[in-house]
Structures are given as structure tokens and as C-alpha cells.
């Protein structure tokens, strides 16, 4: 366990009168404890648009200035994303360090990153952060967090800035070659055949809405046995992977369910394109789940940013259900249903039976019932069916195995020459 006390912080905000702002301050806040700082003021300034050179009235950064030294803190969280300039001169005015939202989502990112995909995607949207903000502090705080790798090699006869800007332009191109060797390695390719075959869902919603949990749930009851749990923890952005389980039903229906990155309101478009093939799970779905912590009081604005975002990553027609989980936290009755809208506990079975039951209804439309009769001589075509469909019946008759099978459709064109109308079957 880390036991450095949390760094005290400043958080300022613009208040153009949007109806989101309390809530984007609050939003922030939570940001600011997931990386391990804590907000011993808040300060706003009504303004309609913020200050192009100093975001704040150059009155009020003065202000901040005297607020700063009070509250001994050096370092001034802002709520939106600032111009290079911004940050410079919101510098040399309150003499603190300055943090923008974007550089903080990415600071926590950095350090939640585990696989070496997830590292590089936030790699690249740091270096791609720091190109333009070069000589700010925010440019040598990620630098610090190995953003841009290999910074510190310094040539002669170049200025400082020159020097940096080629070398963070190097960097990049280095990443975006790594990123792409990922993508083509073969595992990859052969889980994206798998993923043609069956269909997939995926969790999307707000971090900490409890994706991670329902997967567990789904994949403790109908994954495979050696398939893992994946990680969950009460905090913003547990999970950057993206993780990938098939689920086998009793029936013997399977689709493919992923796990993905949390959103957070303006999450940084950087970001947002770094961590574009690890959302792409989402865009290629058949089906979304949308987790949404109905627990929450600003779960509305919680369910409108994971709709900008999936709209951001262009997944605009994927059919997607509502799941309003931790319905325990609350007075609601669970589970229940209204059309695609359900209210569940991901900690309750029969919450987890109905999620299961919605789940089949959307995906599986391809499927097909239909009576066998399959010659002893062709005995593998039995194995498949027990293996691969939904075996409803089975006898073994003089000239064959007569089954009736629920199967996907491909399969039964696969099989077609061995089907019996329901007469046939009767007839024998
Ligand atoms: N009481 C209750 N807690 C829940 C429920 N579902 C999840 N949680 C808790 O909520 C917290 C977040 O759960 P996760 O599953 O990690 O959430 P997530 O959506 O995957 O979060 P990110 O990966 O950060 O985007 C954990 O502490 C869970 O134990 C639920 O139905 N009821
Ligand atoms: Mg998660």
C-alpha cells in the first residue's frame, strides 16, 4: 500500500451558468483523489467564456494567487482543457504548478495502464499532449511519468525546444509503429475470427458503474473454468484493458462479452483516438450493455457522457440496452424490466438470470429449429450438435440418430440434407 499522504490541491472551475457545472466540479474532484491528491479549496469565477491569455480575470487570478499561498499548496487543478499559454501564464501568476483536466486524466491513466498495449495508448496521448506544451510544467510532470520516454537525450547545437519537438515527434512515430505490430500479431487476429463467428456484446458506461462486476458475475456462471476474473475495484478507471470472455449457455448458445475502459465526461479526444482499437470491442458489437450506477443522484449527466463518447468513437448503431445496476443501494424492486431498460444488483443471481435472459433475446435471432435424422455412418455430425446446439431430443432409431436441434442458421444450411420434416420424424 502507498502510504504518502495525498498531494493538497486548489481546484478552479468557469461557471458559464451550465446546468452540468456542480456536478463537473464534483466529477473533478473525484479525478483529483484518483490520482492520489486531495482538494482543500474550490474556486470558481462566473464568466461566460474563460479568459483566452489567463482562463480566470486576470482580478481573479490574483485572488487565486493569495488563496494559493494561504492554503500552502502548489499545485492549482483547473477544470477544462487550457491552451499552452493558458498554463504558462495561470503559472507565473499564482507561482503554483497547474493541471489541466486533460493532463490529469492522463496522469491516472498512465498510472492504471498495465498491459503494454494500454501503456503505449497512453503514451502516445501524452506525447501528443506535451508536443504543443513544451516548457510547461504540465509537459515536464508527464515527462516525469514516462510519457515521452526518451526526452532526456539532449543534442549539441539545437535549441532546447527543437531538440524536444523532434524528439517527441520520433517518439510518436516509434509508438504508433508499436501499437500496430500489436495489432497485427497473430493472437490478435485470431481472436477477431473467433469474434466473426459469435456474436459479442459490450459493457460500456461511467467508470465505476460496475462493468467489471457483471462480467465476473456472467463469467463465474457461464464462462469457461479457466477463464479469469477480471479486476474491480471502487475507484475511477479500474479497468484499461480491454478483456474479452466467451460465454457458453446451458442451451449451448455462446457469444463473446468484453469489458472495456470506463468513460468520464470530456474525456481527452487524444485519449479518447489512442485508445481507439481497444474501444473498437464496443463498435463491433452486436449489442451494447449500458451500465449505469443507478445509485448515483447525477446518473442522468453520468448516461449522457457515455452517449457523447460512444458518439465520439462513432459507435452510433449498435442496438444497446440500459442496465441500472446497484439497485441494492437503493429503494428501487429488482429485478425488473421495462422493455430495454432494466434495474439490477450485478450481486444477485436472478438480477444476473434476467441481464442473461434480454441478452439472448437481442443476439441470438439467427437461430433455427428443426428435425434430424443423421445415418450411423455420419456419427460426427451427432458429436457437433451435442457439442455446438441446443439438443432438445434425441432417439436412436434403425436407420439413424433422429434429433431436434436449435441451432443457428448457418448450421442448419450447413446440415440441411439431413433434415426430416416433422411427418418423417413421426412416421419412424
Ligand atoms: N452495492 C453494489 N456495489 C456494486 C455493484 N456493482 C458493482 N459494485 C461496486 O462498484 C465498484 C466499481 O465496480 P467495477 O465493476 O470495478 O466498476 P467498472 O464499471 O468496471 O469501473 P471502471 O473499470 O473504473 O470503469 C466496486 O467497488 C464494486 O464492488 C452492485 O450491484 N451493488
Ligand atoms: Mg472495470
Do not use: C, W
Amino acid at each position: 500500500m502507498d502510504e504518502t499522504p495525498a498531494t493538497p490541491v486548489v481546484t478552479i472551475g468557469l461557471n458559464s451558468g451550465q446546468a452540468t457545472f456542480d456536478y463537473s466540479m464534483e466529477e473533478l474532484k473525484a479525478l483529483v483523489e484518483a490520482n492520489h491528491m486531495t482538494v482543500v479549496e474550490q474556486v470558481q469565477q462566473a464568466l461566460t467564456k474563460p479568459n483566452p491569455g489567463t482562463y480566470f480575470g486576470t482580478g481573479k487570478v490574483e485572488e487565486l494567487a493569495t488563496i494559493v499561498a494561504d492554503d500552502g499548496v502548489d499545485t492549482v487543478v483547473v477544470n477544462d482543457e487550457l491552451t499552452p499559454s493558458q498554463i504558462r501564464n495561470l503559472e507565473n501568476g499564482t507561482k503554483a504548478r497547474i493541471i489541466d483536466r486533460t493532463g490529469l486524466i492522463l496522469e491516472i491513466f498512465a498510472n492504471r495502464a498495465q498491459s503494454r498495449e494500454a501503456k503505449l495508448q497512453v503514451q502516445l496521448a501524452m506525447l501528443q499532449y506535451q508536443l504543443p506544451r513544451l516548457h510547461t510544467s504540465a509537459s515536464q510532470r508527464l515527462d516525469q511519468q514516462g510519457g515521452a520516454g526518451g526526452l532526456a537525450n539532449r543534442g549539441s547545437g539545437e535549441s532546447q525546444t527543437e531538440m524536444s519537438r523532434r524528439t517527441i515527434e520520433r517518439s510518436i512515430n516509434h509508438v504508433n509503429h508499436e501499437l500496430k505490430e500489436i495489432n497485427q500479431a497473430a493472437e490478435t487476429q485470431r481472436a477477431q475470427r473467433e469474434r466473426n463467428e459469435l456474436p459479442s456484446v459490450a459493457l460500456v458506461g461511467y467508470t465505476n458503474a460496475g462493468k467489471s462486476t457483471i462480467m465476473n458475475a456472467l463469467v463465474q456462471r457461464f464462462g469457461k473454468n479457466e477463464d479469469k476474473q477480471v479486476f474491480v475495484k471502487n475507484m475511477l478507471f479500474a479497468t484499461l484493458d480491454t478483456s474479452v470472455r466467451q460465454l457458453i449457455f446451458p442451451d449451448q448458445k455462446k457469444l463473446l462479452l468484453s469489458d472495456t475502459v470506463g468513460f468520464v465526461s470530456q474525456l481527452p479526444t487524444n485519449l479518447v483516438k489512442a485508445f481507439r482499437s481497444t474501444l473498437s470491442e464496443a463498435a463491433n458489437a452486436d449489442l451494447l450493455i449500458q451500465v449505469v450506477d443507478y445509485a448515483d443522484p447525477n446518473r442522468d449527466a453520468m448516461m449522457q457522457t457515455t452517449e457523447d463518447t460512444l458518439q465520439e468513437i462513432g459507435v452510433t448503431d449498435v442496438p444497446m440496452i440500459t442496465v441500472f445496476n446497484k439497485a441494492d443501494l437503493t429503494d428501487a424492486e429488482y429485478p425488473s424490466r421495462a422493455g430495454d431498460q432494466l434495474i439490477v444488483s450485478a450481486k444477485d443471481d436472478a438480477s444476473i438470470d434476467m441481464l442473461v435472459q434480454v441478452m439472448k433475446e437481442k443476439v441470438f435471432h439467427n437461430y433455427v429449429t428443426a428435425n434430424f435424422l443423421i445415418p450411423f455412418a455420419a456419427g460426427d455430425v451427432v458429436a457437433y450438435f451435442n457439442d455446438h446446439a441446443n439438443v432438445l431430443s434425441t432417439d436412436y432409431q434403425a436407420d439413424g440418430t433422429a434429433m431436434r436441434v436449435e441451432l443457428p442458421s448457418a448450421d442448419f444450411n450447413k446440415y440441411k440434407r439431413y433434415v426430416v420434416t416433422d411427418a418423417d420424424a413421426a412416421e419412424d
